[in-house]
Each structure stands twice: as C-alpha cells, then as structure tokens.
C-alpha cells in the first residue's frame, strides 16, 4: 500500500520512503530472456557466490598443508565442526562417514549464499526465491528415501512410519496418514520454506531499514527529523549483524535437520 | 460500513493475522529456551547435546511462525 | 517506481529458468567437493593423523626406554649399597680381630719382659750373694785373725769356721 502511494506522487516531493516490496524477489531476465537459461539480478548472485566458493575451496584444498597456516585452520575448523558436531554427532561414526560430503556441501553452499544478503554489492540472499531451498529440500528428500530403502527396506519402512510399535489401532487410523504426510510432504516443504521465509524476512528488515534511513537522513526536507535517520541506521547496523547471525544459523539448521531426517530412516540402535 | 471498507480503511488485515500467527511459536519458544537452560543448570555435561537438541526444536518452532508470514506475504 | 504488479503467491511459484539455473548451480557445487575438496581435505587429515600416531609411538617407545634404563641404574645402585655395606661389616669385624690380637699380643709380651726382668733380677741376687759370700768369707776370715791375736793355722779350721759362718748366714738370710 505504501508503495501505490509513493508511486502516486513519484512527480511531487518525496513523501515516503521506498519501502522494499515483493518485487525485490522476483526481478525481471537481464540475459537470455526468453528461453530456459534467461539470467536474472538473483541467478547471477547466484553464479558469482557459486564461483567465488568454489575458487576458495578448491585453492585452499589445492594448497593443503600438513602443518596447517592461518586460512586453512579456518577452513579446516569449519570442516571438523560439520564433521563432528553436525554428522558425528547425530548419526555416529560408521553411519555418518558417507554422508560427510554432502553434508558439508549443504552447509558451507548455504552459508554463502545466505551470506550474500549482506555483501554490500549483491544485497540479496542467493537462496531468497523459491527455488534454491527446494533444490536443497529435494536432495535431502531423495537422499532419506533411499537410506531408507536400503536400510529397513521400502515396506518397513512405510509401515514403521504409518503404523508405529507400541500404537493402539484407533489412534493408529489418524496417526497414519499424519506420518505419511509429514514423511512425504512436510519434510521437504518445512526445510524449504524454512530457508526461504527467512531470507525473505531478514532481506525485508534490513532493506526497510536503510530504506528509512536514505529517506529520513538524506532525502527528507525536514531537518528537524535527520536524528531520527541515524537511529534507523543503527536499526541497519543490528540488523546486518543479525542477518549474518541467521546465516549461519539457518545453515547449521538445514544441515542438522538433513542429517537428523536421514538418520530417521535408519533403524534405531538400542 | 461493511467489511471491505474496514480493511481498506485500516490497511491489510494479514498483517493482524500475522502478528496473532506470531504469538503461539513466541511462547513455545520462550518455554523451549527456557528448559534448556534449566536442564543445563541441572547437568552441565550434557550441555553439548541439549544444544544441539535446542536449536533442532528451534527450527520447528521457528518455521511455524514463518508460516504465518508466507501467508501474509501470499495474500497481498 | 511501478505498481506492483505481482501478487504474494508468484514468490512460491518457481520460473523455469531459475530451476535450471539452480540445478545447474547444485550440480557443479555438488561435483566439485565431492570429486576435488573433501577427498584433499581427508588425505590432510589422514596424513597427520598418522604422523601424530607415528610420533606418539615414537615418545612411546623412547619413554620406555628411559624407564628400562632408569630401573638397571636403580637396580644397579641397590646392589652396589648392598656390597658395600657388607664390605663395611666385614672390615669392622676384622677391625675388631686385628685390636684383640695386638691385645693379647702386647699382653704376652708384657708378661714375657716381666718374667725375664724377674728372673734377672734373682741371677742378680743370686750373683750379689756369691760375690758378697766370698768377700764376706774373707773379710769375716781376717777380722776374726785379727780378733783372735793369732792367725789361724790351719786351713781346716779355717774352712771348717768359714762353712759354720756360711750356714748361719744362709739360715738367717732364709729365715
């Protein structure tokens, strides 16, 4: 509403700030409009966190060290954390040894691109339209589905799921189709939107924040209200801070709920 | 006054519906916190694991609330 | 700035376009560390874990050596106290020995000088008494010419008074 408001009176003196809307998420193809491989404002986000990660990776596993300097302890911090905090300590050793790669894959891709909210060039979360988390979701989906087959067995698995030990037949009749749908359905989309939702949120709060500040600060005519443009920046500066924090935050939390979700489908140890 | 000129009137009326979305997950993670840091009180030990165990609960929490924003962001 | 033209729900409906993208991203990202970074990274830690298991064995088998040796001294120097304070004991014994002898050595000799010096002493008694009886026997002799006016003739009743005068003097000096 604001919005249609300060479109109306775009040829009069600035009544408004431009407060970030919807349209933030949804930009317009800048390349290859058209067809299938049109790039637009978030794709190409996309693609320089994609090359930027794999350039620091790559270089910094190219020049491993045995005695390790300063950037790759960092590295290799982050890399035990996921290890052991994140895989180890969910699914214990054996189990969780072939699924290190991807969960660190997941963790350190969704790091950075949730990072890249803050950057001041791009300004836009990388995972902040739909379809990026869903990719992600939908690995973790096919990845715990076949752990499942192959540990329980498709059946057992389904009638673990649908009718647990210990459930008396009546409850079992409503228990049921809850489970299938949460195991089918509800997993996927709560990882999704998870990520998604938070992104969008945070992009909203930091942008409204500037988007105040550029107006009360600079552009408004008032001067009486400039006081009330640095407090919004200092709005911005806690809210960039928290952006970082709910990056790595909802990382760990998609990279944790995967493996929890797999190890789900393995039988469980006594 | 029917109902269509109340909303235009006062705005969007998702915006109460998300700041009425927004009090349930509150208060179940006030009490998740809450726990956690009274069980690690009780036992120090296993702080590392009731961590772990918090922030998993946070999540599930946290997406509740952040259903009630997706659907005010999908109704305007 | 335009109206904005899309509703709330175009933000859960995905372009084509982005998920091609976007599994294209996933594809290469997912590729790279599998095939590239996580292999390197595990060949690291791999690598110095078995030169920290390589060098702790190393510390292992150096300190056990420190503690073989240390217990050979240790045994060594126990013998060694043990020796010497038989050695001690056995000198202090002879000690003893050796001072008893010279005791009763010193003792006998002693006595021997004692009983040499007593009986040298009766051979000078004896000796004294010889010399004394005949300068006596004489001097008695003369005095008792002298006293008798007349010298005696005979050496009969000479040696017969002399002898009577010796027998008194040895019962006198006996008594």
């Excluded at chain 3, 001097?139 to 027998?167: F, R, V, W, Y």
Aim: hydrophobic share 50%; net charge neutral; charged share 20%.
């Amino acid at each position: 509403m604001v919005s249609q408001v300060s479109a109306q009176l775009v040829l009069a003196t600035k009544t408004g700030p431009e407060l970030p809307s919807i349209d933030d998420f949804l930009p317009d193809p800048i390349l290859f409009q058209g067809t299938p491989f049109a790039i637009n404002r978030i794709i190409l986000i996309r693609i320089v966190a994609t090359i930027v990660l794999l350039l620091v990776m790559c270089i910094t596993a190219k020049r491993a060290k045995l005695v390790p300097g300063r950037w790759q302890g960092l590295i290799e911090t982050l890399l035990e954390f996921v290890r052991d905090n994140i895989v180890y300590q969910v699914m214990g050793e054996e189990r969780g040894r072939r699924y290190v790669p991807m969960i660190t894959t997941l963790f350190f891709t969704i790091f950075a691109f949730n990072l890249c909210g803050v950057i001041p060039g791009m300004n836009m979360a990388a995972t902040a339209t739909v379809t990026m988390p869903l990719v992600f979701a939908l690995w973790t989906f096919v990845q715990y589905w076949i752990a499942a087959c192959r540990e329980k067995g498709f059946f057992k698995y389904l009638r673990g799921e649908l009718m647990p030990p210990g459930v008396p037949l009546p409850i079992d009749i409503i228990l049921g189709p809850i489970n299938l749908l949460e195991v089918l359905i509800i997993r996927p989309f709560s990882l999704t939107v998870r990520l998604f939702a938070n992104m969008i949120a945070g992009h909203l709060l930091v942008a409204t924040c500037l988007a105040f500040t550029q107006f009360y600060l600079i552009e408004s005519p008032n001067w009486g209200i400039k006081p009330v443009g640095a407090l919004w920046l200092l709005g911005g500066f806690a809210f960039v801070c928290f952006e970082m924090f709910v990056a790595a935050l909802q990382a760990y939390v998609f990279a944790i709920l995967s493996t929890v979700y797999i190890n789900q489908s393995y039988p469980e140890v006594e | 006054m029917d109902i269509i000129t109340l909303a235009e009137v006062a705005g969007n009326i998702s915006v109460l519906g998300y700041g009425v979305a927004a009090i349930g997950p509150g208060i179940g993670m006030g009490i998740l916190v809450g726990k956690a840091l009274e069980s690690t009180a009780r036992q120090p030990e296993v702080s590392g694991r009731i961590q772990t165990l918090m922030f998993i609960g946070l999540a599930m929490i946290e997406l509740l609330g952040l259903l009630g924003f997706v659907a005010f962001v999908m109704a305007k | 700035m335009p109206l904005a033209e899309k509703s709330g729900i175009s933000l859960f409906l995905p372009e084509t376009y982005d998920i091609v993208w976007s599994l294209v991203i996933l594809v290469v990202i997912a590729v790279c560390f599998y095939k590239y970074v996580m292999p390197k990274f595990q060949a690291v830690f791999d690598a110095r874990a078995a030169k920290i298991e390589g060098r702790m064995a190393q510390a292992e088998k150096a300190q056990k050596d420190a503690d073989e040796a240390k217990k050979k001294y240790e045994d060594q120097l126990s013998q060694a106290r043990v020796e010497a304070s038989k050695i001690r004991d056995d000198a202090r014994a002879e000690a003893s020995h050796i001072i008893a002898d010279a005791r009763s050595r010193a003792e006998s000799d002693a006595a021997q000088i004692t009983e040499n010096a007593q009986r040298s002493i009766e051979s000078q008694q004896k000796q004294a008494l010889v010399s004394l009886k005949g300068e006596v026997g004489t001097l008695a002799t003369a005095l008792a010419g002298k006293i008798l006016g007349s010298e005696l003739s005979s050496s009969a009743t000479q040696t017969q008074m002399l002898d009577k005068m010796i027998d008194e003097m040895d019962a006198d000096s006996n008594k």
